[in-house]
């Protein structure tokens, strides 16, 4: 076939057609150095032969010189946008690390046709795959301040935290004068971690029912975007908007997640992310004062090392499961607006061994639950009894049990500079 049309070319030597068809034979078989003499002599006849053009990026691409390739599928694109040339220019994209202009380029291509997929570049561009719209910026970039409604008092137990919370968040934000005059700046944060349901999330939001200054609270999904680049706009952006409403607490919750990578193809991604996050913590470019940051996680372990340097999460805190008392004061909490007879707390505490404040939540709705039954006969509410509550205890299991199996673990064999002491305190382990 090659050969045959080879023989042709030579009675019309300025055959275009003919000339662009053995270019495509040739890359076929790999010669791409006969290939692009061949490209090149079609536009050195015709000058505007997009074809050709596109042809001889592809060929450049084939033999990674990719810069040569992109250079010349930009002057096509500006002529003519199809698909095929965007395709290429995004694998060029992709192959220099030019991540950002690669998505770019992969959004003009689904703006082109919406049904368009790959997933090469699926792979590489989307950090998760659920589209989202971030829903913690509108045009002002403020409608994240909220400000909670609960406050301290909805929590049971806790003290050691509730008092390191307020000495290192409330009283620097309330004494921001008496620091200013000691030469002391406000900033810095605290990472509490422990196992689900003992009131991290919980306590974060009460933090911000207690002081008087702007909270934001982000959830991961806020600043993990699908495309790179984005998270780490959406980080800025969050850092910067705190930076004009200083004083201003910003509360990160399940923080681990920024670190754990999304997508195993993309090892990059997780880390820049990260890099950003630091980089917003210590305020390289910024002005810190008056930020705090309150980060929640019950995988302390996944985070960056690097997360822990001072002046970053500088204050580590183990969040543990309640203790008797404190498991009286949830019950009571929870308790409170539900129709009750005379309730023993302690009772009810000592029978909830190892649970957690969720955990006391979830027995509390099953007691509930049955409840309702009862009432719908002659539809009286009937009040909740000490007895209600212990039957309804029995049913539930501890979930925090599972957490201390593998947090041991670390604490154990992972503890640089007795980081988990706590989990050991806590299981009455001897180092
Ligand atoms: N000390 C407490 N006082 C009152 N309620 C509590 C307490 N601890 C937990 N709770 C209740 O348990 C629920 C779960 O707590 P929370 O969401 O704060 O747990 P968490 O530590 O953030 O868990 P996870 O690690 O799963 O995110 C809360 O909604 C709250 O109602
Ligand atoms: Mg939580």
């Given amino acids: ?59 450049f691409y084939k033999q990674q010189k990719v810069t040569a390739a992109e250079v010349l599928l930009e002057e096509i694109i500006k002529k003519k946008t199809e698909k095929k040339y965007l395709e290429l220019l995004c694998y060029c994209q992709i192959n220099q690390e030019n991540y950002s202009d690669a998505q770019e380029t992969y959004k003009e291509l689904l703006e082109l046709d919406a049904n368009y997929e790959n997933e090469d570049f699926d792979n590489v561009l989307k950090v998760n795959t659920t589209t989202r719209e971030p829903d913690f910026v509108d045009e002002d970039g403020l409608s994240f301040l909220k400000k909670p409604t609960t406050n301290f008092a909805s929590i049971g137990g806790m003290d050691n935290i509730k008092k390191e919370i307020d000495l290192k968040i409330i009283k620097p934000l309330e004494h921001r004068d008496l ?45 993990l975007d699908m495309w790179i680049g984005n998270s780490e706009k959406n980080l800025h952006e969050i850092f910067e908007t705190a930076r004009k409403n200083t004083p201003c607490v910003i509360f990160i919750d399940e923080i681990d997640a920024l670190g754990a990578n999304r997508n195993d193809v993309n090892k990059t991604s997780g880390r820049t992310v990260i890099n950003q996050f630091l980089a917003e913590l210590d305020g390289i470019d910024a002005d810190n004062d008056g930020i705090l940051v309150l980060g929640a996680t019950n995988a302390p ?11 970053r999460f500088d ?110 305190a806590y299981l009455n382990i001897k180092k």
């Fill in 301 to 311: 372990w996944h985070l960056d090392p690097a997360f822990r340097r001072p002046g």
């Fill in 315 to 424: 204050r580590i805190i183990f969040v543990s499961p309640p203790d008797v008392e404190a498991k009286a004061a949830i019950f009571n909490i929870h308790l409170q607006e539900k129709p009750t007879e005379t309730i023993d707390y302690m009772a009810l505490a000592k029978a909830a061994k190892e649970f957690s404040g969720a955990d006391i939540q979830a027995a509390i709705d099953v007691a509930v639950e049955t409840k309702l039954e009862a009432s719908f006969k002659d539809g009286i509410p009937k009040p909740l009894s000490t007895k209600d509550i212990l039957k309804a205890i029995k049913k539930i299991k501890p979930s925090t049990k599972e957490w201390f199996v593998s947090s041991k673990n670390y604490a154990l064999y992972a503890n640089d500079s007795g980081l988990y002491d706590d989990i050991l």
């Fill in 1 to 59: 076939m090659l050969e045959s049309l080879l023989e042709a070319l030579q009675f019309s030597p300025h055959n275009i057609p003919l000339k662009l068809q053995i270019a495509k034979l040739y890359m076929q078989q790999r010669s791409f150095a006969e290939a692009e003499q061949q490209l090149i002599e079609i536009i050195d006849l015709d000058n505007n032969h997009l074809e050709a053009k596109y042809e001889l990026a592809n060929c």
């Fill in 179 to 223: 620091y200013k005059a000691y030469g002391k700046k406000i900033g810095g944060g605290i990472l509490l971690y422990g196992p689900p349901g003992c009131g991290k999330t919980h306590i974060a939001r009460a933090t911000a029912g207690e002081i008087n200054a702007n909270f934001i609270s982000v959830g991961i999904n806020d600043i």
